[in-house]
């Protein structure tokens, strides 16, 4: 068995794997809310801004890129920028200093002469994206899976000391049905909220996800920013008030 057959069966058995009776999911339920593998925030995008994204990654997919940290996994993630640097040689120094910083300042440094700015004209989004706390926004990009693509099982590899907990990485789909599954530690695979901000602990849990269907790319983004201020604290409390799905 290649390693890209050993992932998929490691994916396979992680995704039938049943939390609900363990120890691992009571630990959870009993933990810190920051600790959580994955929190639904109270933050969803509207029909039109994901209609407009969808659009827009159809009318520009073929300007996606592969550069990412990930080296142990076989799999390639192919990406596109929304917001960010404006050339490939900064979005992958942007990219490595996420798992090589070890403070907010370092991370600043080096990214104080980058450029950072919208890259597509996602006008829905941007507009939309005025009321979601966060201290400063580094990237957004497309992260979607074409007909049978999978992330294997895996834990992101991004700097504890400047993403932790829920105050990380945030993952929008923006379409979902019975095709796509994302699965992680504690909770098992889960329908997820077209639109909706989902704050995922990825570099604290494990986490993989798979398109199964034979014709749809599946779409989503993933927002990069510093949420590390009270708006965002606040925000994350009224989450786990009206979405938790560890009840
Ligand atoms: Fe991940």
Same mark, same amino acid.
């Given at each position: 068995m290649d390693t890209k057959q050993r992932n998929y069966t +490691? !994916? %396979? @058995?992680?995704? @039938? %794997? *049943?939390?609900s009776d363990s120890v691992d999911l009571e630990n959870i @339920?009993?933990?810190? +809310?920051? *600790? !959580?593998p994955i929190l639904p925030l109270d933050f969803q995008l509207s029909r039109s801004a994901i209609k407009e994204l969808s659009d827009i990654y159809d009318q520009n997919q073929e300007q996606s890129h592969s550069i990412c940290t990930t080296t142990d996994l076989p799999d390639t993630y192919q990406k596109l920028t929304i917001f960010g640097p404006d050339s490939l040689e900064d979005y992958k120094k942007f990219h490595l200093s996420t798992h090589t910083s070890s403070s907010w300042d370092e991370f600043n440094d080096i990214m104080k002469n980058m450029d950072l700015d919208w890259r597509l004209p996602a006008n829905h989004l941007r507009k939309e994206m005025e009321s979601f706390p966060y201290k400063r926004l580094y990237t957004i990009e497309y992260f979607c899976k074409k007909p049978g693509e999978y992330s294997s099982v895996h834990i992101d590899r991004d700097n504890k000391k400047l993403w932790k907990g829920v105050h990380n990485r945030i993952y929008v789909p923006l379409d979902w049905d019975d095709t796509m599954e994302f699965g992680c530690y504690g909770l098992g695979k889960f329908v997820m909220e077209p639109g909706r901000f989902y704050a995922l602990n990825g570099n604290a849990y494990i986490h993989g996800a798979w398109n199964l269907s034979r014709k749809k790319t599946c779409k989503s983004i993933i927002v990069v920013v510093d949420n590390h201020c009270q708006s965002y604290d606040d925000l994350v409390k009224v989450s786990y008030a009206k979405h938790n799905l560890y009840k």
């Amino acid at each position: 068995m290649d390693t890209k057959q050993r992932n998929y069966t +490691i !994916l %396979t @058995k992680f995704m @039938k %794997t *049943d939390w609900s009776d363990s120890v691992d999911l009571e630990n959870i @339920k009993n933990g810190a +809310i920051d *600790d !959580l593998p994955i929190l639904p925030l109270d933050f969803q995008l509207s029909r039109s801004a994901i209609k407009e994204l969808s659009d827009i990654y159809d009318q520009n997919q073929e300007q996606s890129h592969s550069i990412c940290t990930t080296t142990d996994l076989p799999d390639t993630y192919q990406k596109l920028t929304i917001f960010g640097p404006d050339s490939l040689e900064d979005y992958k120094k942007f990219h490595l200093s996420t798992h090589t910083s070890s403070s907010w300042d370092e991370f600043n440094d080096i990214m104080k002469n980058m450029d950072l700015d919208w890259r597509l004209p996602a006008n829905h989004l941007r507009k939309e994206m005025e009321s979601f706390p966060y201290k400063r926004l580094y990237t957004i990009e497309y992260f979607c899976k074409k007909p049978g693509e999978y992330s294997s099982v895996h834990i992101d590899r991004d700097n504890k000391k400047l993403w932790k907990g829920v105050h990380n990485r945030i993952y929008v789909p923006l379409d979902w049905d019975d095709t796509m599954e994302f699965g992680c530690y504690g909770l098992g695979k889960f329908v997820m909220e077209p639109g909706r901000f989902y704050a995922l602990n990825g570099n604290a849990y494990i986490h993989g996800a798979w398109n199964l269907s034979r014709k749809k790319t599946c779409k989503s983004i993933i927002v990069v920013v510093d949420n590390h201020c009270q708006s965002y604290d606040d925000l994350v409390k009224v989450s786990y008030a009206k979405h938790n799905l560890y009840k």
